[in-house]
C-alpha cells in the first residue's frame, strides 16, 4: 500500500529556531505539493514541484520559508527563523501529473508548534 | 483565481440518514473536483473525484454530481454510519495541477 511519509509527526520548538520537514512521495509519482492547514485559514498550497522543479511558490513567505527536492524520494520544507504564527500542520502531498493527471495523495502531516 | 465555497461548515445527521454537502467555484476553467475525507490527526484521504465531461459519479455509498453551468458540485453520502463522522473537503482544479480547498464541512452522524 504506498502512501507519502512525513517526518517528523510533531515538532514543538522555540521562537527564531529553524524547522525542517521532510517528506517521502509515492514511488513513482512525479510532482509534490506542500500545504499548511490552520483553522483559521483551511487548507492553503505553499508550493509544488513538478520532477523535482519548483512551478508555483506563490504561497509561501520567501522571507523564512525555503522548499526543496533534493532527489525524487525527499521533499522538505524548512521554516528559518521560526514564529507562533508558522504554528500549523504542514501536509506534503504526491500525484502524478501528465496533463490529466491530478489526483493527490496526502501524507500523515506535520504538526508544528512554535512556542 | 480560483475560488470554492462550500456549505455547509457543519452537519449533524442520524445514522441512516443521508447527507449532502455543496460546493460552488468561481473559474469555469475548472476541470476536476475532488472530495477529501479528513479524519482527527490524519492527512486528507481522497473518497471520490468527478472530471467536467461527467455529470455524476458513484461509488457504494457516496456519490458526487457537477452541474457546470451553474458552477457547483455536490457529495451526497446515503445511509450514513458514525464511521462516516469526519471533516469532508471539496476542491476544485484549474491553471496546473493546483488544487483549490473549500473551508470544510464538519459532519457528525449521531447513532
Known amino acids: 500500500d504506498a502512501r507519502v511519509t512525513q517526518t517528523p509527526r510533531h515538532k514543538v520548538t522555540e521562537m527564531g529556531q529553524e524547522v525542517t520537514m521532510r517528506c517521502q512521495p509515492i514511488l513513482g509519482h512525479n510532482t509534490v505539493f506542500w500545504y499548511r492547514q490552520t483553522m483559521m485559514q483551511g487548507l492553503e498550497l505553499l508550493a509544488y514541484f513538478r520532477n523535482r522543479a519548483p512551478l508555483d511558490d506563490s504561497g509561501m513567505p520567501k522571507d523564512r520559508f525555503s522548499a526543496e527536492m533534493p532527489d525524487a524520494t525527499l521533499a522538505t520544507l524548512k521554516i528559518q527563523p521560526s514564529e507562533p504564527r508558522d504554528s500549523a500542520v504542514y501536509f506534503c502531498a504526491s500525484g502524478f501529473g501528465s496533463g490529466g493527471g491530478d489526483t493527490q495523495y496526502f501524507g500523515p502531516g506535520t504538526r508544528l508548534t512554535v512556542l | 483565481g480560483e475560488n470554492v465555497e462550500q456549505h455547509p461548515s457543519t452537519l449533524s445527521v442520524q445514522e441512516g440518514d443521508s447527507a449532502v454537502i455543496k460546493c460552488t467555484y468561481s473559474?469555469?476553467?475548472?476541470?476536476?473536483f475532488p472530495w477529501y475525507k479528513q479524519e482527527l490527526g490524519k492527512g486528507p484521504q481522497l473518497i471520490i473525484d468527478i472530471r467536467s465531461n461527467v455529470g455524476e459519479k458513484k461509488d457504494q455509498r457516496i456519490a458526487v454530481t457537477l452541474n457546470k453551468t451553474a458552477k457547483h458540485f455536490s457529495l451526497h453520502i446515503t445511509e450514513t454510519q458514525p464511521e462516516d463522522s469526519a471533516v469532508y473537503f471539496c476542491a476544485a482544479k484549474a491553471a496546473g495541477n493546483k488544487l483549490t480547498f473549500g473551508g470544510g464541512t464538519r459532519v457528525l452522524v449521531k447513532p
Open positions: 473559474d469555469s476553467a475548472s476541470n476536476y
